[in-house]
């Protein structure tokens, strides 16, 4: 009887992630942009329409943009952990480089500047 029990409640976890994998997913709102910030400070929009490689933060990292989607290809801290986080590409989505300080942010359709000081 437990077992069966044990059964139920992990079959019922399991879907109840599944369902909310899917709306999480299918909720998710397209980002035009990756912004990019250097110690909590914005430096750089770059348009996900627009492929291209793109050294930040002095060359510390290196982020690919590639069919509206961004990933880090290079960082030169220790771990690398950024260069794992994936491709990002939907609005509130976030790649981290803590050694280097640095954040690249999917944004939405809001802004129209490739570059702010």
């Known amino acids: 009887m437990k ?6 409640l992990i079959a019922s976890l ?8 899917l709306v999480i997913r299918l909720t998710q ?6 912004v990019v910030s250097v110690n909590g400070i914005e ?21 690919e ?7 880090m290809i290079h960082a ?5 952990l950024c260069t794992y986080q994936g491709f990002i590409d939907a609005d ?11 954040t690249v942010v999917v944004s939405g ?3 129209e500047t490739d570059f702010v000081q």
Do not use: M
């Not at 709102?29 to 990756?34: D, I, S, T």
């Open 3 to 8: 077992k069966k029990a044990d059964i139920i």
């Open 14 to 21: 399991l879907a109840l992630a599944a369902v909310l994998f």
């Open 29 to 34: 709102k397209p980002g035009a942009w990756a």
């Open 43 to 63: 430096v750089q929009r770059i348009r996900l329409s627009k492929d291209g490689i793109y050294e930040l933060n002095g060359g510390t990292n290196v982020l």
């Open 65 to 71: 943009i590639k069919d509206g989607r961004a990933h």
């Open 76 to 80: 030169d801290c220790p771990d690398k």
């Open 92 to 102: 509130g989505q976030a790649i981290i480089c803590l050694p280097n300080r640095l």
């Open 109 to 111: 359709p809001e802004s």
